[in-house]
């Protein structure tokens, strides 16, 4: 009995390795498609690692999250409305770096197929997208990439690696998150991080699935 569990709790304590290493060799087989070699490829996913760890705030606002009990007790006594701030971020890993490999890929992109794409998947990241409060934006992990790629091929051709990753990042971006951006006060989070699950965020992932399945 001891001789099976020992195997199987190596196992199961190897596993979140063993989904990480499945995770590279997926995100360095996109890369590559998109014209990277292996070691850019392994650059560009350490960059991405690292900067999941660092959030460059944007933008901060102090707003009242309880005023005063009563005008008796006001009258008497002042008491002070509780004040909250809300710090917004956007995610070096998980946004940033996304966006400017997107600028990279632009020129070997048809334009106007990658506009038409990136507004496809804008509109249906806009439609799924829903605000959950104390948490931020939530959004369907696998419908974006799926709607790029199949975008991008119907659109670009044999050019559909670069169009969807390009409109995976954008529209994900834009659909999710710019435009939910007035509705981030009433989510009442601390901080809202844009790309802040670093590497395995919808905007990275999103890129890096549609330009596999394209």
């Not at 390795?17 to 070699?37: D, E, H, P, R």
């Amino acid at each position: 009995m001891y001789g099976c569990a020992f195997p199987l709790m190596m196992l199961i304590l190897a596993l979140p390795f063993l989904f990480f290493m499945l995770y590279f060799n997926v995100a360095a087989l996109s890369f590559t498609k998109l014209g990277l070699s292996p070691a850019g490829a392994f650059w560009l996913l350490f960059l991405s690692l690292i900067g999941g760890m660092i959030n460059i705030p944007i933008s901060r606002e102090r707003f009242i999250i309880e005023g005063q009990q009563s005008q008796i007790m006001s009258f008497i006594f002042y008491m002070p409305p509780r004040v909250s701030e809300q710090v917004i971020a956007v995610n070096v890993g998980g946004a940033v770096i996304p966006v400017l490999f997107s600028l990279y890929l632009l020129p070997r992109a048809p334009l106007v197929a990658t506009i038409l794409a990136a507004v496809v998947v804008t509109l249906v990241a806009k439609a799924l997208a829903r605000p959950v409060p104390g948490v931020g934006i939530r959004l369907p992990a696998l419908i974006p990439p799926i709607v790029a790629a199949v975008a991008a091929l119907l659109l670009a051709g044999e050019n559909a690696a670069p169009v969807a990753y390009i409109a995976g990042v954008w529209g994900t971006l834009i659909g999710a998150d710019l435009l939910n951006y007035p509705r981030f006060k009433q989510l009442g989070a601390q901080v809202i991080s844009i790309g802040g699950a670093g590497v395995f965020d919808g905007i990275f992932l999103v890129g890096i699935v549609a330009a596999l399945l394209a």
